[in-house]
């Protein structure tokens, strides 16, 4: 028996390729997703993205997986507000209420005479949307076209700043109709989402300036229901080298302070075409803890980077590598997003390069990602997502599929992203399940094979499919504490102790594993 779980140790030591889900069905142009997870439900997944539409310019689409992301329901989309219009920068964020909210830009794409960023609500999971409110009018920010990248945070604390909405934007890459200095911008809803207040994220002594066209300020609300953004700043009179911004309230936005989060360089990269978006990123546990993510050539080449704080801004690190390619091999990252699960555990993911030949932009990607563990504070050993290196597209270098997403929970990597496989940019889906302790990695098992509840009191519910099968509880160590064969659906564990483990199940055709917590 020791034999076998050698073997089966050394099997689940290495990444495990599964097949990646298509969750969109459009044959042209889908891109750019965005995905949240029912708080109360890690089975609840909704997912949304940018979309061509027969009869429409690009319009936002949604789907909804109940079991996981093992299945997704048909994509659905929204009218736009003048048939004219086009959509774009979809963001998603479930409420305390256990509403989701969806926020985009609807917008004169030709000639820029009018847009907006628009905010709907689901009551019922992201099956459907209600009538749009009007989050950020352009009308509000004159040769500003203060509509792009609408990234949108919602306080989940339980204090009196419950349920507020904040988005925040920048101006539209539209250097003949923008007039700089340029600005950040936040707009807030105390109502549900019902009304908005735009207003300025900078202010004096801390502005943007007029060097950087687009200062996008990446917003987050702290575990304590602080409203926190940072933002790039490059303006002489303030510091002679650039400066992250950070700008917080308590209140609402009644009043914003300002500090600096970071002065120097190593911000940015000189690679062509690549998508560079920053994301500034919250310890949902951890007040004090905030990571902020982006690309730099410090390193060589366009590597994922990040710097952050664990005691409120008071300091910030210096700017640390995170891809484990070689550096300087010439291999260019991009495509950035990342997460904090509940339990404070980081996952970072990115569109990769070191596995194909040549350098530069426009050589096969796939996706990478890798995680740090909160207690021992070391990162795993990245690996790819993905199940396999995708060839370059001209689609990709064009507006939109700037961004990915990915969500750590309960253990499991969710990963969302677009790429150009079937010959059309689509949307892709996968997750792992990630073995902290031991800095493994695993293939899910299909949701309709779940063990249950998890976390565990006394009894544990089997599908019938394991009845038979060896099982196998594994402390953090790796060490098995328990072991016997599934006889029933239903069995007793009430003699484990309370903790974190994973369960093991081996037939001699087939193994799954399981985190689970035991209270």
């Known amino acids: 028996m020791k034999e076998l779980l050698t073997c089966l140790f050394i099997l689940l030591g290495f990444p495990a390729i599964s097949q990646d889900a298509l969750v969109s069905e459009g044959n042209y142009f889908e891109g750019e997703p965005y995905l949240v997870m029912d708080p109360t439900n890690s089975q609840h997944l909704v997912a949304a993205w940018m979309g061509f539409q027969f009869n429409n310019k690009v319009v936002i689409k949604s789907s909804v997986s109940t079991d996981g992301g093992d299945s997704w329901s048909t994509p659905t989309w929204q009218a736009h507000v003048n048939p004219s219009f086009s959509s774009a920068d979809v963001s998603l964020s479930y409420a305390p209420s256990g509403s989701v909210y969806m926020a985009y830009i609807d917008y004169d794409n030709v000639n820029f005479t009018d847009g907006k960023v628009l905010v709907r609500k689901s009551s019922d999971g992201g099956m459907t949307w209600g009538n749009p409110s009007v989050a950020i009018d352009m009308s509000v920010c004159p040769n500003q076209l203060c ?163 664990s005691n409120n801004g008071l300091t910030w690190s210096s700017p640390a590598r995170i891809n484990q390619d070689p550096a300087g091999n010439g291999k260019i990252q991009d495509l950035i997003w990342a997460d904090y699960a509940s339990n404070g555990d980081l996952a970072v993911c990115w569109r990769d390069r070191r596995n194909a030949n040549g350098s530069g932009y426009s050589v096969p990607t796939e996706v990478y990602c890798t995680v740090r563990n909160n207690v021992s504070n070391s990162w795993m050993t990245d690996f790819s997502i993905s199940d396999q290196l995708v060839n370059h597209a001209s689609v990709l270098e064009e507006s939109g599929n700037d961004f990915m997403h990915v969500i750590l929970e309960n253990d499991t990597l969710h990963v969302i992203w677009g790429d150009v496989r079937s010959g059309n940019l689509k949307i892709y889906f996968t997750k792992r399940g990630i073995n902290d302790s031991t800095n493994k990695l695993t293939t899910l098992p299909s949701s309709k094979l779940v063990i249950y509840p998890n976390p565990l009191t006394t009894e544990l519910n089997f599908p019938e499919h394991f009845i038979g099968m060896d099982y196998y509880i594994l402390a953090n160590d790796g060490k098995s504490i328990a072991n016997g064969k599934v006889s029933t659906q239903k069995m007793n564990f009430e003699q484990i102790a309370p903790g974190t483990y994973q369960f093991l199940l081996i037939s001699p055709t087939d193994r799954y594993q399981y985190p689970f917590i035991k209270h």
């Not at 992250?244 to 609402?252: C, E, F, P, V, Y």
């Open 147 to 309: 509509i792009d990248r609408p990234w949108m945070a919602i306080d989940q604390s339980t204090g009196i700043n419950s349920g507020t909405i904040y988005v925040t934007a920048m101006n539209a890459n539209q250097p003949n109709l923008v007039t700089p200095p340029y600005h950040p911008y936040v707009s807030i809803s105390t109502d549900e989402g019902q009304s908005f207040q735009t207003q300025l994220l900078d202010a004096s002594g801390f502005l943007a300036g007029s060097n950087i066209p687009q200062p996008m300020p990446s917003p987050v609300v702290l575990e304590d229901g602080t409203f926190t953004a940072l933002y790039p700043s490059y303006l002489q009179s303030q510091s002679l080298l650039p400066r992250l911004i950070r700008a917080k309230s308590t209140n609402q936005g009644q009043t914003l302070s300002h500090d600096v989060a970071y002065q120097g360089t190593g911000f940015g990269t000189s690679a062509s075409l690549v998508k560079s978006g920053p994301l500034l990123r919250a310890n949902p546990n951890n007040a004090n803890q905030l990571s902020y993510f982006f690309l730099s050539d410090a390193f060589g080449e366009s590597d994922v980077t990040f710097i952050e704080t």
